[in-house]
């Protein structure tokens, strides 16, 4: 069996970072009186651009303070949905489940709006938190680097 040399690897066998990548939160506070209401069920509040190839690692939907009516939303990268509902007059502090099977969830190709979709009726007062954890970077390979050392006249 052939030995493979690896450029993924450094000279004491530990893995090397590969990729640059790193992890970023999110965070969106949105007031539906204030910010934007929702006028029917399905209307999409645009909250940012996912570039492709991110991968989604959690989000959930936080009630900050309870609205009236039978609105509920929910939160979408593209149309996958990444959160169960939230209703308008949910209690403060109530979040909504993830949806296990949407999680991780890699952005495909084109990229993909992260959103807030009316679920059902309307949302026109009241005010939620967005969270979502994504993991994102560059496919391009990370070069070696190198260190000059100081030196004494």
Known sequence: MP?????KRITNGLLDSG???????LDFVFNFATDGTMTTATDD???????????VLAATVQQLAAGTGTGTVVVRAGTT???GTLASTAAVGTVAATVPAAIPMVV??????LNLLGATATRLDGEVRVV????EGDRSPREPETVDRDTQA
């Open 108 to 113: 495909p190709t084109g990229g993909a709006e």
């Open 45 to 55: 509040i645009q909250l940012a651009t996912l570039p492709a190839g991110t991968v």
């Open 19 to 25: 990729y640059k990548s790193q992890a970023r939160v």
């Open 132 to 135: 979502v954890v994504v993991a």
């Open 81 to 83: 949905a990444l959160t």
């Open 3 to 7: 030995t493979i040399n690896s450029v």
